[in-house]
């Protein structure tokens, strides 16, 4: 026969992983999901504002600007990533906000199908392009050979094999630019569906 002591030790269990399980549904309500719709098929990344909270903000609000509507994956590298958010199909540069914050040190890695932030050189500089990453790119991690790394901020949850087909296609140089598709690959609109 129970005594009173292992039953509330027993409710105390249940509660804490009650608390939990509604901790960690919390947390996947607070991810957002947005979704690529791209001329090759849609791509869904779920993006991570805790670990890149000011990453996150940023990608959002040129989501919900409409900005990516149109643009292309300019840069595309089989054996690395596909880039894009920045470029229109005629690969003229569309004006960005000002940069934000690098916040590459925040625990995610530059693994297969994770997305991040593009950058110049200069830490502090990523504005609107971002790429997804088509295999493990550990030198893109914080610290890397120039100190500072690349700001991972969400991965894909739908469409890797989109990703795929973006990361296989045949590319070539357009004026100064090298490992552009020879084919258009057009996000046609990028919308928030979570």
Do not use: C, W
Not at 106 to 118: F, P, R, S, V
Not at 120 to 149: E, M, R, Y
Request: proline residues 7%; aromatic residues 6%; without cysteine.
């Amino acid at each position: 026969m129970p005594t009173k002591r292992h039953t509330l030790s027993i409710l105390g269990g249940l509660a804490l992983a009650g608390g939990m399980l509604l901790t960690s549904a919390a947390q996947a309500a607070d991810q957002p999901r947005v979704k690529l719709a791209t001329s090759m098929g849609d791509i869904v990344v779920e993006l991570n504002p805790e670990k890149a909270p000011k990453t996150v903000a940023n990608f959002l609000q040129y989501v919900n600007d409409k900005f990516y509507d149109g643009t292309i994956f300019h840069r595309v590298i089989g054996n690395f990533m596909i880039q894009g958010g920045g470029f229109t199909p005629d690969m003229q540069q569309k004006p960005a906000r000002s940069p934000i914050p690098l916040e590459a040190n925040n625990g995610l890695k530059n693994n297969t199908y994770t997305i991040a932030m593009a950058r110049t050189a200069v830490p502090d500089s990523a504005t609107a392009q971002f790429f997804i990453n088509v295999q493990n790119n550990d030198s893109l991690n914080a610290p890397n050979p120039d100190g500072h790394g690349y700001a991972v901020f969400g991965k894909v949850v739908s469409g890797n094999d989109v990703v795929d087909k973006i990361k296989a296609v045949q590319t070539g140089n357009a004026g100064p630019h090298q490992n552009v598709p020879k084919t258009p690959v057009i996000i046609k609109s990028a919308t928030v569906v979570k």
